[in-house]
């Protein structure tokens, strides 16, 4: 009975700070701040690996946009990871040091208010992927626009979308370079700010083949890099790790409920609240905290969120699916070259 009404009155916390409680007024920011601390408190109550905290935004800012409903029937398939030898797994494993000169591992990206998570966390990776794989740590910045406008089997733009088809949008079409929201940079940068509102939801850009005025390419073919592979990786621990350690970081999803937004630090379980809906980020290593097995992701909520924009979650588990839907794909240094006969 004493777990019934607790339950029921963190139920009661949740709606009112998402504005879904009966006649619940827009919160003020300072009421929102008592209310998120509040309803970290309570959560901090029911976890025992991980610490939730405020963050920069209201809980109910932050988008996702992985459609559940689609994720087997959009599914790659299984690439085969042909080794030598038997790979000497380490117990920790974080990319950002084992590509220190591939700055793009560490950039922590920002959705904004557009449920594009399963658009830039794959160009997170194809960025990240593109340096690592090339001769000389080459680097180019997959931008999400394309991604986001111009991928039609991908979804509905900022209404959400699937990760297999984003990787083969990647292969058969080519991406564009991008940068942050008002950053200048590329091709087309990220046209999306944050949310300003709980109820906020920009519309998708409309699909557009010329770069931004201030770029150095007008035409966006003539900038665009292609991907030589896409592929699904097996659900296993295992070889979810010789994929990250041989090639680099991966795209997963996993079910987001109501508490991870309020993750500060350690390591996420799901301990409470409702499913929010599904989300896609970048797995980069893995590790063990206070005997805890965790993987290392990277989130696209912007570094003011969760632990500079990262997170650990439960390792070896398939927590809330989030070893069962992993994507991925190598680069194609050459079909760009041989288009346009131009030089790297």
């Not at 916390?13 to 007024?25: N, R, V």
Request: glycine residues 10%.
């Amino acid at each position: 009975m004493i777990r019934t009404l607790l339950l029921l009155a963190l139920c009661h916390a949740a709606l009112c700070q998402t504005g879904m409680g009966i006649g619940s007024p827009l919160l003020s920011p300072s009421s929102s701040a008592q209310l998120s601390n509040s309803f970290a408190s309570k959560i901090n109550n029911l976890t025992k690996t991980w610490t939730a905290g405020r963050n920069s935004l209201p809980d109910a800012f932050y988008r996702s946009g992985v459609r559940l409903d689609q994720l087997e029937s959009t599914r790659l398939a299984t690439g085969i990871l042909v080794l030598k030898s038997k790979v000497q797994l380490p117990e920790s494993f974080d990319a950002r040091k084992q590509w220190p000169n591939c700055p793009s591992i560490r950039e922590i990206r920002n959705q904004g208010c557009c449920g594009s998570c399963w658009a830039i966390s794959a160009a997170s990776v194809m960025t990240d992927r593109w340096c690592i794989h090339s001769e000389n740590n080459t680097q180019f910045s997959f931008g999400t626009f394309d991604l986001l406008a111009c991928c039609e089997e991908c979804g509905e733009g900022c209404h959400g979308g699937s990760l297999g088809p984003a990787w083969t949008y990647w292969v058969e079409h080519g991406v564009s370079s991008g940068g942050p929201h008002n950053s200048r940079i590329g091709c087309h940068p990220y046209p999306i700010d944050v949310c300003r509102s709980r109820d906020d939801m920009a519309p998708t850009p409309k699909c557009v083949r010329t770069c931004q005025a201030t770029y150095n390419q007008t035409d966006v073919m003539r900038d665009v890099r292609f991907g030589r592979e896409a592929y699904s990786v097996p659900m296993d621990e295992t070889r979810i790790k010789e994929e990250i350690f041989m090639n680099g970081p991966v795209q997963a999803s996993f079910k987001v409920y109501k508490d991870f937004h309020a993750y500060k630090s350690g390591v996420y379980r799901h301990v409470w609240g409702p499913l929010v809906t599904g989300h896609a980020i970048k797995i980069l290593g893995w590790g063990v905290e206070k005997g805890t097995k965790y993987w290392l992701c990277a989130n696209s909520w912007g570094e003011d969120w969760g632990s500079n924009g990262l997170f650990k979650i439960i390792r070896g588990e398939n927590h809330l699916g989030i070893e069962r839907d992993i994507h991925t794909g190598l680069p194609d240094y050459h079909k760009h070259e041989e288009m346009f006969n131009f030089d790297y």
